[in-house]
């Protein structure tokens, strides 16, 4: 009976020691978790990359409205004239990035801008009664905004509404308008340069916006835009800027897209976007 019990209990002991050892490695694989991958959710995927995509890729311009009247002012009648306008400036910023526009949006070829003095001057033509004009400027996500070019007024006879003994004209600044959009710069400029989103199908570029923008390396995505806002685009809209890889034939793709407007390079006043002209786009990114 004696070796009987003594057997019993090695054996309990054995199974007790066996039953620890066990529970000591399936702690140790819950802590370690070999071979496990994070999982990444459709919706995180698509936030990382669009999120992304729109902050280097954003672009702003303002537009702000001057509005000279010389009603019931010493004006002495419509004609071509060097314009001076006085005073505290709703602006601040680098003076080079702004610019004055007729009421057509088109640039003129002569002005001249200063927030010490508190002063803008340029030539144009003016009308008996209100004239509108606008003060643009803009912005990037990446580097100085543009820069205008601008040459000093020379027309003969200046016109101030400030002149003595009496203003040719009252003047007030109207509301800013804000226009956002996507600068087309970024989108045609390479990764590897500072500011570019544009990787084609350079795997190398790919992988390096990938660790820019902290997007998991076991998980992918394109970028691209359409030349059209419409949802009903056709593949010929189609402009891939990072679109290097596909999705293998199970992968479970997820696509986010928004309607935006592109502010072209272009230094052409009628399209360019430093002078707040835009064309409707949609952009777009893929994740699996």
Not at 3 to 27: E, P, Q, R, T
Not at 96 to 111: E, M, Q, S
Not at 229 to 251: F, K, L, N
Request: proline residues 5%.
């Amino acid at each position: 009976m004696v070796n009987i019990n003594k057997k019993g209990a090695s054996h309990a002991d054995w199974a007790i020691s066996l039953g620890i050892f066990l529970l000591y490695i399936l702690s140790m694989l819950m802590i370690i978790q070999p071979g496990v991958q994070p999982i990444y959710k459709e919706d995180r995927l698509l936030k990382i990359a669009k999120d992304n995509y729109m902050a280097m890729t954003e672009y702003r311009f303002y537009k702000m409205p001057v509005v000279i009247d010389t009603t019931g002012m010493a004006f002495a009648g419509p004609g071509s004239y060097m314009v001076t306008i006085n005073g505290d400036m709703p602006f601040a910023g680098d003076e080079n990035t702004y610019a004055i526009t007729g009421a057509d949006g088109v640039p003129l070829d002569r002005f001249y801008i200063s927030f010490a003095v508190g002063k803008i001057s340029f030539d144009a033509n003016i009308l008996a009664g209100r004239n509108t004009f606008y003060v643009i400027s803009n912005s990037r996500a990446f580097g100085d905004p543009q820069a205008y070019s601008r040459a000093s007024p020379a027309a003969a006879t200046e016109i101030s509404n400030n002149a003595a003994p009496l203003a040719n004209f009252t003047s007030h600044f109207g509301t800013t308008e804000i226009l956002a959009g996507v600068d087309e710069e970024p989108l045609m400029t390479d990764v590897n340069t500072a500011g570019g989103v544009l990787c084609g199908d350079d795997d190398a570029q790919y992988v390096a916006l990938k660790r820019l923008w902290a997007y998991p390396a076991g998980k992918e995505f394109t970028t691209y835009y359409t030349t059209t806002a419409s949802p009903r685009y056709t593949a010929a809209d189609v402009v891939g800027i990072c679109d290097q890889t596909e999705p293998y034939e199970q992968a479970n793709v997820f696509v986010e897209e928004w309607a935006t407007r592109l502010f072209q390079t272009s230094d052409d006043p009628a399209v360019g976007g430093r002078y707040g002209n835009t064309m409707p786009i949609r952009m777009g990114v893929k994740v699996w």
